[in-house]
């Protein structure tokens, strides 16, 4: 499994292709070769990107889903709902799909944030009013998320 850290600002060309930075495609390398998945976030106007490894892990999961529940059906489907493979051209790029770019609302102005095992990609003006939005009730989230959780403590 692999872990990302940072935040990336850049640019997307005419064509939709985004250029990642070298710090970026550095932790990445371990899964350069495997190829991506990037889809729509279920939470937020963004994209997600996915290694193949952190894909297959994902779809290990819900491959466990009863699909004769209908709930179960409607969520692999949008879940799953424009999902593409893409790769890293010889320059260092990701091309966006265009359903996928219309989407998020990207357009020349990207931002890439690292979500733990996956990147998100972002409009600028709207990762910077998440934050924005999120920064007022973060204290509280916090709490409320990792307020409860006992952290096993290292020995």
């Known amino acids: 499994m692999i872990s990302l850290i940072g935040t990336y600002e850049c640019k997307a060309d005419a064509k939709g292709r985004v250029l990642f930075s070298a710090a970026l495609k550095k932790q990445l390398q371990p899964v350069l070769n495997e190829g991506f998945v990037i889809k729509r976030a279920v939470f937020q106007p963004c994209l997600e990107l996915y290694s193949m490894e952190e894909w297959r892990l994902i779809m290990t999961k819900i491959n466990k889903l009863n699909k004769f529940i209908k709930k179960n059906n409607d969520f692999?489907?949008?879940?799953?709902?424009?999902?593409?493979?893409?790769?890293?051209?010889?320059?260092?790029?990701?091309?966006?799909?265009?359903?996928?770019?219309?989407?998020?609302?990207?357009?020349?102005?990207?931002?890439?944030?690292?979500?733990?095992?996956?990147?998100?990609?972002?409009?600028?003006?709207k990762y910077e009013k998440a934050i924005n939005d999120a920064t007022v009730d973060f204290a509280t989230l916090a709490e409320e998320v990792m307020g409860n959780t006992e952290f096993d403590e290292v020995s």
Not at 84 to 92: L, S, T
């Open 76 to 125: 692999i489907r949008r879940f799953t709902a424009g999902v593409k493979i893409v790769e890293f051209d010889a320059a260092g790029r990701v091309l966006i799909p265009k359903d996928l770019a219309d989407f998020a609302k990207i357009s020349k102005h990207v931002v890439l944030s690292s979500a733990v095992n996956i990147i998100e990609i972002w409009d600028k003006e």
